[in-house]
């Protein structure tokens, strides 16, 4: 089944949670929706709307704290409104840290792993671990120490970029007298 111009008009226009929800009416909804041209054309289409993303604390009804993702969105009447996300990711790794967003994407990180997420998919990603980053704590070695995660979009090569900054450092061999 092919999906018509005038459905693509229409998703275009629909919020993420919507098309969300319909990826699951049909095989050709599913390929359209996770079709890169269309999540292009869909983001472009969303660039009027202003989004800020926060990671707050929110106190549970069992008086313990856990760590939240909210997407406060600003639309051109001026209304905001606010979306709660929920990750499994912050179960297993609360202290992770906003590191950049770009095109929806969110990147995550606790200066040892990193993760690509998408809030409103809720899926995510760890990245391989940096060559760079040594745990061993042989004096011989050769260490290092991350400061610093970035994140971005190349226009140019049409791709993500992750840019991890890190402090390297020998160690110091002790000779006995």
């Given at each position: 089944m092919v999906v018509s111009d005038v459905v693509i008009q229409i998703l275009l226009k629909l919020p993420p949670e919507s098309l969300l929800r319909f990826k699951s009416v049909c095989k050709s909804w599913y390929a359209l929706i996770n079709?890169?041209?269309f999540v292009t054309k869909h983001?472009?289409?969303?660039?009027?709307?202003?989004?800020?993303l926060l990671k707050?604390?929110?106190?549970?009804?069992?008086?313990?704290?856990e760590y939240a993702l909210?997407?406060?969105?600003?639309?051109?009447?001026?209304?905001?409104?606010?979306l709660d996300v929920h990750l499994p990711l912050y179960e297993d790794h609360?202290?992770?840290?906003i590191c950049g967003q770009s095109h929806s994407l969110?990147?995550?990180?606790?200066?040892?792993?990193?993760?690509l997420c998408n809030p409103m998919t809720r899926q995510f990603r760890k990245l391989p671990?940096?060559?760079?980053?040594?745990?061993g704590h042989d004096p011989d070695d050769y260490d290092a120490e991350g400061n610093a995660v970035g994140f971005g979009y190349d226009a140019k090569s049409r791709?993500?970029?992750v840019v991890r900054v890190v402090n390297p450092w020998v160690g110091v061999v002790s000779h006995p007298s």
């Open positions: 079709d890169p041209k983001l472009s289409n969303s660039l009027p709307y202003k989004h800020v707050r604390i929110v106190a549970t009804n069992s008086e313990k704290y909210s997407i406060l969105k600003f639309s051109l009447d001026r209304s905001v409104s606010v609360p202290a992770l840290a969110v990147c995550l990180s606790d200066l040892c792993d990193i993760f671990p940096s060559i760079l980053i040594v745990r791709n993500f970029k």
